[in-house]
């Protein structure tokens, strides 16, 4: 499955802006991510293992944070994750 | 949304003027009229406020707030589209009330030139019917935000980043068959630590998406006003101009939600510098996300003066350069043997500085190289320290010829 990565993000994963990995629920892709880029990590989790507050996990459309299993949610491989943090930029 | 309270009746002028829309059947007189009774507040004349106040200006729209209290410098131009080159060195807003004027006369500019600030902005949006976010920085977005939802009304949003940009319409208060819309504390209930997220300035922009994003803006706020078609509200849209990709997002609002939701605990604007942490409009990448959430504040500094009479002297100075190489070709100290590591590179080239030597880092600002000198104590260099200003300030007192960006 795929997990589309947006530009703040890519100085820490190899200027990628799509990375494919696999995994069975949210929880696992993200996982996978992390291993081959470690340092997404602390741009995404917070100190206490949490999504940060800045960052959001889509799953196709949706916001995990409102999907019944959460990070737990089942994966196919058509779906696609997009990590989204805020931007603020407009000057 | 806002029904014309007091609509006077178009001009003849007026009606040649805006003859395209009201030959659109779902425009028409009484689109327009309500464009003319509608009062739009635009937070920022910069790259997002540019071409929305221009095309709201053009479209009809009867009073524009513009909340502003910058200069136009000359590196604005490549995409703040309503300054125009002679306007460098005057007041945005001065600039701005005479390209809305030029375009349509009917149009009332209120001014506002003052930094938006919890103490100002409820007093300010009173007055208004919708708010435009085209700002550049947390704190005065989660300040709008926040201002919007205890004054019930809509926010349209739009944010950039180099190649991307991001919309929506936030706070939207609720009507009849619609419920209120998420707010931006909804979707995002906390900014990034100071230092995590670059800026413009320090990350660059791609001139043309300011442009692109801010349009969507004024799209969004004349659906908003004439109440036509499907408005961005519960979506957020994002842009990728460079896989020219529009995606989007649902969004929810969050029955937690410190302000919107059922058991709110933040009833008055609050101190959004203390929220956003200190300094959270100017930062940039460091080497490792994970160093940056501490911000060094005493750290050894040398100024470019300092500098340029110790090379002068033969001093056994190391330049270390922690730009991108694409900075580089704009100008370096090359002159003095400057070595460029860029600072993402800086944690795994380490190798290739000398802990005993006397070192001198320097970026664009003073920003970058301060993480990187910060970094490189930790990891046990004791004679480095920070350009301040970076060369920028060089640029500035040791070598006029030198060109700033
Ligand atoms: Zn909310």
């Known amino acids: 499955m795929k997990i589309f990565l947006p530009t703040p993000l890519r100085p820490y994963a190899d200027k990628r802006s799509v990375v494919d990995v696999s995994g069975s629920t949210i929880a696992e892709a993200m996982r996978a991510l992390i291993s081959q880029y470690p340092d997404l990590k602390g741009y995404i989790y917070a100190d206490d293992g949490n999504v940060r507050g800045f960052v959001n996990i889509y799953l196709n459309d949706e916001d995990v944070r409102y999907l019944p299993a959460k990070m737990n949610a089942a994966l196919r491989d058509s779906d696609t994750l997009t990590i989204m943090p805020s931007i603020a930029g407009g000057r | ?405």
């Open chain 2, 1 to 405: 949304m806002t029904a014309p309270t007091k609509s006077a009746p178009l001009s003849n002028d007026e009606i040649q003027r805006y003859a395209r829309h009201l030959i659109l059947p779902e425009v028409g007189m009484e689109g327009q009229l309500k464009l003319k009774a509608a009062r739009v507040l635009c937070v920022g004349a910069g790259g997002l406020g540019s071409p929305l106040a221009m095309y709201l200006a053009a479209a009809g729209v009867g009073t524009l707030g513009i909340v502003d209290f910058d200069v136009v410098d000359a590196s604005n131009l490549h995409r703040q589209i309503i300054h125009f080159t002679q306007d460098v060195g005057r007041p945005k807003l001065t600039s701005a009330e005479e390209k809305v004027h030029g375009i349509n006369p009917n149009v009332t500019v209120r001014k506002f030139e003052t930094r938006l600030t919890s103490a100002n902005a409820l007093e300010i949006f009173k007055d208004f019917d919708v708010i435009v976010d085209g700002t550049d920085n947390f704190p005065t977005r989660y300040l709008i935000n926040d201002a919007c939802v205890l004054s019930g009304k809509p926010n349209v949003y739009g944010s950039i980043f180099r190649f991307e940009g991001q919309a929506s319409i936030f706070a939207a208060p609720a009507t009849e068959g619609r419920q209120q819309g998420p707010c931006y504390r909804c979707v995002y209930p906390e900014p990034p630590p100071p230092g995590m997220v670059p800026s413009c300035a320090e990350g660059g922009v791609l001139g043309i998406l300011p442009g692109l994003v801010g349009l969507i803006q004024a799209t969004e706020t004349i659906k908003l006003i004439t109440g036509l078609g499907e408005p961005l509200i519960g979506r957020l849209l994002l842009i990728d101009a460079l896989a020219m990709r529009f995606r989007e997002m649902k969004l929810r609002k969050n029955p937690d939600c410190p302000i919107c939701g059922t058991k709110r605990t933040i009833t008055k604007l609050i101190d959004y510098e203390q929220f956003c942490g200190v300094g959270a409009t100017a930062a940039s990448q460091s080497p490792s996300p994970e160093k940056t959430q501490t911000m060094p504040n005493a750290l050894p500094e040398m100024t470019v003066e300092e500098l340029k009479s110790k090379l002068d002297a033969k001093e056994n100075i190391f330049v270390l350069d922690v730009r991108e190489p694409h900075e580089y070709q704009i100008c370096n100290l090359g002159d003095y043997g400057a070595k460029l590591i860029p600072m993402g590179d800086v944690q795994k080239r380490q190798q290739e500085l000398d802990p005993e030597q006397h070192i001198v880092v320097h970026c664009r600002s003073g920003v970058r190289s301060a993480k990187v000198v910060d970094f490189l104590r930790q990891q046990g260099f004791e004679k480095v320290q920070n350009l301040a200003g970076g060369i920028l300030a060089w640029a500035d007192r040791i070598d006029k010829t030198m060109p700033k960006y």
